[in-house]
């Protein structure tokens, strides 16, 4: 299995509250991507990085902020957390991009209330 | 926008029979195809990737064919075990994304 980890693996938090999710690889692949996976939605891009502090958005991006400072770990942020945002996260990596096999963490699953 | 559709949504069979899933895509301009496997609570397990040069992927009961003119690719099982019992999910590459389906989630019975 790829070395992806993910934390926390579970959080509650109240609407308007920022949380930031933490995604941590030793595969040192180039390329971090985050998914949000919701009923009927399958999953969907938020953002990703193709390189430290090289980041772009993904088709669900509103509402969320992403940094990479390491080429290990990647963060999303939801700065003012909404209902909406209730979802299972997951993180992603792939050495150099959609050419390649991708690799999935364990997942966050996110509950606002 | 590339979608992804994937048919039947859910599909039970007995144990042993052999099975067919679909996964069909509306943009032939994709890098490659990639199949997943996603247990309950879990993440998603890579099984099986078919680049757009190739036609077809063997992973010991696994089989993945592409077509990509016609945007179609099948996951064929052979001798299904209830262990086997999972969603599965097809996801292509095009321009810079990966673009998913919602899966279909398969029950072997004993």
């Known amino acids: 299995d790829a070395g992806i980890t993910q934390s926390p693996r579970h959080k509650v938090t109240e609407t308007g509250t920022p949380v930031t999710l933490r995604c941590h690889q030793t595969?040192?692949?180039?390329?971090m991507y985050w998914y949000r996976q919701d009923p009927g939605h399958g999953l969907r891009l938020i953002h990703y990085?193709?390189?430290?502090?090289?980041?772009d958005k993904g088709e669900v991006s509103d509402g969320y902020s992403v940094s990479r400072s390491k080429t290990e770990d990647f963060l999303l942020t939801l700065e003012s957390a909404t209902s909406s945002q209730t979802s299972v996260y997951f993180c992603?990596?792939?050495?150099?991009?959609?050419?390649?096999?991708?690799?999935f963490g364990p997942g966050t699953r996110l509950t606002v209330t | 926008k590339q979608e992804v559709t994937q048919i039947p949504a859910a599909l039970s069979v007995p144990e042993g029979e052999n099975l067919v899933l679909n996964c069909s895509f509306t943009d032939s301009a994709i890098y490659n195809l990639q199949w997943f496997r996603q247990d309950p609570g879990k993440g998603l397990t890579s099984l099986l990737l078919?680049?757009?040069?190739?036609r077809e992927q063997t992973s010991g009961r696994l089989n993945a064919s592409l077509d990509k003119s016609s945007g179609r690719s099948t996951l064929y099982i052979a001798a299904s075990q209830p262990g086997d019992s999972a969603t599965y999910l097809c996801?292509?590459?095009?321009?810079?994304?990966?673009?998913f389906g919602t899966g279909t989630s398969l029950t072997v019975i004993p």
């Open positions: 990085s193709y390189g430290v502090k090289d980041t």
């Open positions: 078919i680049q757009s040069s190739q």
């Open positions: 992603a990596i792939s050495e150099l991009g959609v050419a390649y096999e991708q690799y």
């Open positions: 595969e040192n692949h180039r390329y």
């Open positions: 996801a292509v590459s095009t321009g810079n994304q990966f673009y």
